[in-house]
C-alpha cells in the first residue's frame, strides 16, 4: 500500500505552548500523532542559570577554606559545581511531549527532554477504558489536564507529564483518544 505524506491537520499556539496534529493514512488504518511543544523563553533561564551560578559560588566559599595559595582551585571547584547544576539543570527541562494514537493497537506516550533523552510508555487499546479532560486545582493556580483512565488501575494515567497545554489544545487530543477507545469518529 501506497503511504501518504503526513499533512498537519490541526495548529493551535498560545503563548507558552505550540500544538499540531499529524494524520498518517496506511490504507484504512489512521494514526494521529499530536505534539505540545514548550515555547522556550529565555528570560527565566538566565534568571535559573544566575542564580544557581551566585548560589553555588556562595556555597563554595562558605565550604571550601580559602587559603591564599589555594584561591585558584577554589574557583576551579566552583565553575566546575555551577556547570555540573547547569548540566542537570537543563537534562530535566520538557522540549517536547507528544501522543501518538494507533486505534488498533494503542497509545504511545512520549517525552523529549532539551538534553535528548526521549522517554516513553506504551498504553494498549484494551487496557483504555476512557479518556477524560479533568480540573486540578492548587493553592495557586487551576487548570485541565488530559488523562487516561485503565483497566486494573488505581490512579489515573496522564497523557502529558510535564507540560500543561491550556484546554483547547487538549480537546483534539482526547476527541482522537476517545474515537480509538469507542472505535466511532467523533466530530
Request: glycine share 4%; charged share 20%.
Amino acid at each position: 500500500m501506497e503511504k501518504h505524506p503526513r499533512p498537519t491537520r490541526a495548529c493551535l499556539f498560545s503563548n507558552n505552548y505550540s500544538y499540531f496534529c499529524e494524520e498518517d493514512r496506511d490504507g484504512c488504518r489512521i494514526i494521529t500523532r499530536h505534539h505540545i511543544i514548550a515555547k522556550r523563553k529565555w528570560m527565566p533561564e538566565f534568571i535559573t542559570w544566575s542564580t544557581v551560578l551566585v548560589l553555588m559560588t556562595f556555597i563554595c566559599t562558605l565550604l571550601l577554606p580559602i587559603p591564599t595559595v589555594a584561591q585558584g582551585s577554589s574557583l576551579i571547584v566552583t565553575v566546575l559545581l555551577c556547570v555540573l547544576s547547569a548540566a542537570v539543570i537543563h537534562g530535566n527541562v520538557i522540549e517536547e511531549e507528544t501522543v501518538v494514537v494507533m486505534p488498533t493497537l494503542g497509545v504511545q506516550l512520549e517525552t523529549c527532554y532539551k538534553s535528548g533523552k526521549v522517554s516513553g510508555r506504551f498504553v494498549p487499546i484494551g487496557d483504555i477504558l476512557a479518556a477524560v479532560i479533568n480540573e486540578a486545582v492548587t493553592p495557586f493556580t487551576c487548570y485541565s489536564y488530559l488523562a487516561l483512565v485503565l483497566r486494573d488501575e488505581r490512579k489515573l494515567a496522564l497523557v502529558f507529564q510535564g507540560l500543561r497545554p491550556p484546554l483547547d489544545m487538549l480537546v483534539p487530543t482526547w476527541k482522537s483518544l476517545c474515537s480509538a477507545v469507542s472505535g466511532k469518529m467523533l466530530q
